[in-house]
């Protein structure tokens, strides 16, 4: 699951980075959450939490149906 995971992030990532952030996967829960941490212009960005459900779950959910959802690492 963290090959399926870090992979859907490879290609998400360019648009982040695009964007003066990035994001790293931190683990995945035994019940199928996945905890990422967003980096760089995304630390303090106020887009940042739209960015994490409405970019990054979406499409982590839509490519590895096993994903229950996607949080912010602290």
Known sequence: MRE??????????PAIQADGGDVEL?????DNVV???????CVGCPMSQLTLKAGIERILKQEI?????VEAAN
Not at 4 to 13: C, F, N, Q, S, T
Not at 35 to 41: P, S, Y
């Open 4 to 13: 399926k995971v870090e992979a859907v992030l490879g290609r998400i990532r």
């Open 26 to 30: 931190v683990e995945i829960s035994p």
């Open 35 to 41: 905890k990422v941490r967003l980096t760089g212009a």
């Open 65 to 69: 149906p096993e994903v229950v959802a």
